[in-house]
């Protein structure tokens, strides 16, 4: 393998290493707000700041979707390349034209890994919720 197409393929691994590291701020800036949301919530007793997680979550929940689908996108870049002649590296760090199938933003909101971790933070505001109200009549 030439240099050429070693440096093209780490270039394309950096791309895909930082949406992982993104998509993985995400999470946590998530998880973390919504703590804090609830936190409130419940010093307060006030149903308020928990309805407010239901604004945050699907903002985070969208945004780390489009962290997902651009990361597949530049996998399936990583692997053209792979197999490219080495005299045919360009460099060429578009990965716009697989921007199809499971790599769309849709997609990727809909992963396999995020509905489960962001539909945990949903259920558990509607918990939150229930029983932050049940404690505030009662």
């Not at 692997?79 to 199938?101: C, H, L, P, Q």
């Not at 790599?103 to 489960?116: A, D, E, M, Q, R």
């Amino acid at each position: 393998m030439s240099d050429k197409k070693m440096k093209h393929l780490e270039f394309i691994q950096n791309v895909i290493s930082r949406m992982n590291s993104n998509s993985f701020l995400i999470k946590g800036w998530a998880i973390t707000l919504v703590s804090a949301l609830f936190a409130l919530a419940a010093k307060d007793a006030n149903i308020n700041y928990v309805l407010i997680s239901y604004i945050v979550i699907p903002v985070f929940w969208f945004l780390d979707g489009f962290f997902i689908a651009t990361e597949r996108q530049y996998r399936d870049l990583y692997d053209e390349v792979r197999v490219k002649d080495d005299n045919n590296i360009d460099f060429n760090m578009n990965a716009s034209a697989y921007n199809t199938g499971k790599n769309t933003w849709i997609c990727g909101v809909f992963s396999k890994t995020l509905i489960p971790y962001y539909g945990v933070a949903i259920a558990a505001t509607l918990i939150v919720m229930f029983f932050i109200k049940g404690c505030a009549n009662g």
